[in-house]
């Protein structure tokens, strides 16, 4: 995905408990698929809001990555 890096998932998620305003959060539509064999437990977002269905989840678009690392070292200071 062009990416320099490996996604972080789980850093995101404790980040985002520990200081929501790291994150953008945009609400959408989103559904696991649990019917079609190709993406079977695909996690679909509707980003461009096109199924006309209920925006149910925030989904986080957007992280300040300066913060979000400030943050990560400082946890690992814990255990330094």
């Known amino acids: 995905f062009g990416l320099d890096y490996g ?8 980040a985002y408990l520990l200081d929501p ?3 953008t959060i945009e609400p959408m539509y989103v ?9 079977y437990g695909r996690t679909n977002c509707d980003c461009f809001h096109k199924s006309g ?3 149910n989840v925030g989904v986080a678009t ?8 400030e943050t990560l070292e ?7």
Request: hydrophobic content about 35%; charged content about 25%; overall charge negative.
């Open 21 to 23: 305003t790291l994150f």
């Open 31 to 39: 559904e696991v698929d649990i019917q079609s064999a190709s993406s």
């Open 53 to 55: 269905k209920p925006e």
């Open 7 to 14: 996604p972080l998932h789980d850093p995101c998620t404790i």
């Open 74 to 80: 400082a946890c690992f200071g814990y255990y330094a």
């Open 62 to 69: 957007a992280v300040e990555e300066e913060r979000f690392f």
